[in-house]
């Protein structure tokens, strides 16, 4: 069976592979299986939007897809930026000004009152458009400053008490076993064990 992971991204097509490649004969991005599509992420949840392009992906294809969505929650905000994540500055993808526009935000707020997490929606939709859906958490703090140069988004300024350090200090593969993403893909494999036992 087929997979078409919704996204071109190379370190998140490793992963999803290293996880998924029992489950699916071929696991391919969208440019290597030729499809040229942006979706339009309007839904209200991770969830939303990750299906919606998991759905529009299988129904170009005809195969199974697999999309998630995912982003930062800071207690601190009400749990923004959330679904924001990506153009908290108003420039889509700008990884400085977002990390700026945060500091900003949190200016003097304590360190105790610092707590966000990283949270992933992963949905895989299969051609008959049954869905299987997993989320997935990632737990930390917000330093005072970025640290580190692994990783990308916010991970410079997501500090891990129990690591002592902050994402962009871990080594890729260090990141990839405990992250959000993992934790959802994880979650997605233990239910499609359980639908093909049952």
Do not use: W
């Amino acid at each position: 069976m087929k997979l078409i992971i919704a996204s071109n991204n190379a370190h998140k097509l490793v992963e999803i592979r290293a996880i998924l490649g029992d489950a699916f004969d071929e696991i391919l991005s969208m440019r290597e299986a030729g499809i040229d599509h942006e979706t339009v992420e309007d839904g209200q949840t991770f969830l939303e939007n990750a299906e919606k392009k998991a759905r529009e992906i299988m129904e170009i294809s005809g195969c199974c897809a697999l999309a998630d969505d995912s982003g930062l929650c800071v207690d601190a905000l009400g749990g923004a930026p959330g679904i924001y994540s990506a153009r908290f500055s108003g420039v889509h993808g700008d990884d400085k000004a977002n990390n700026r526009k945060l500091l900003r935000e949190l200016e003097g707020v304590p360190d105790r009152d610092r707590g966000a997490h990283f949270a992933c929606a992963m949905v895989l939709v299969r051609p008959d458009g049954s869905a299987v859906r997993a989320e997935g958490r990632m737990y930390g703090v917000i330093a005072h400053e970025e640290a580190g140069s692994n990783g990308f988004g916010y991970d410079p300024l997501f500090y891990l008490p129990e690591r002592g350090c902050t994402n962009a200090q871990l080594l890729p593969e260090e990141k990839n076993a405990i992250s959000h993403r993992a934790a959802a893909l994880h979650a997605l494999v233990a239910q499609l064990e359980k639908k093909t036992e049952a």
